[in-house]
């Protein structure tokens, strides 16, 4: 396993360890759930056949920075996380390559709860221009785990 597979490897280790013992949150990151800027993708958080919301990424081109949010559309409240990470410079942004710059900072670049109606807005720590991105979403529901993984947006 080469170093770059290994360091994202262990940083998707320790993102799913702070899911499992996040405390809910009372509220929404930004009560309006909305990102500033221009949606450049998005996902459908999916477990095995069924979809149970949408992971966006939005690019803000006047600060540089990333936002990210995830919908729950079940109606009803589940264990949902949404989080934005910025690659090193000169990274690729793939899942193999991606050498994170951030760390997961609750309420900024990473948020967790059970919500109802969606997570986040979260967003990137610095300006990402001239780097890739990773953006993620993950719902816990009696059904199992389902999740939504964006890598890419290099620029």
């Known amino acids: 396993m080469t170093p770059l597979r290994r360091a994202a490897l262990a940083a998707l280790l320790l993102l799913t360890s702070l899911l499992a013992f996040a ?3 009372p ?4 009560v309006s759930g909305s990102c500033s800027g221009t949606q450049i ?5 999916k477990g095995g056949s069924h979809t149970y919301g949408t992971l966006y990424v939005y690019y803000d081109s006047s600060t540089g920075k990333n936002c990210a949010k995830a919908t729950n559309t079940t109606g009803t409240a589940h264990q949902l996380a949404v989080w934005v990470f910025r ?3 000169g990274s690729s942004g793939t899942q193999a390559t991606c050498d994170f710059t951030d760390t997961p900072t609750e309420n ?3 948020d967790s709860g059970v919500f109802s109606s969606y997570a986040g807005p979260v967003h990137t720590l610095g300006s990402a221009a001239g780097r890739c991105i990773y953006a993620g979403a993950q719902m816990v529901t009696s059904g199992g785990e389902a999740r939504a993984d ?4 290099c620029g």
């Open 41 to 45: 993708d998005s996902k459908a958080i």
């Open 23 to 25: 405390a809910p949150s």
């Open 150 to 153: 964006i890598w890419g947006h």
């Open 87 to 89: 690659c090193k410079a």
């Open 27 to 30: 509220a929404n990151a930004d």
């Open 108 to 110: 900024k670049n990473l």
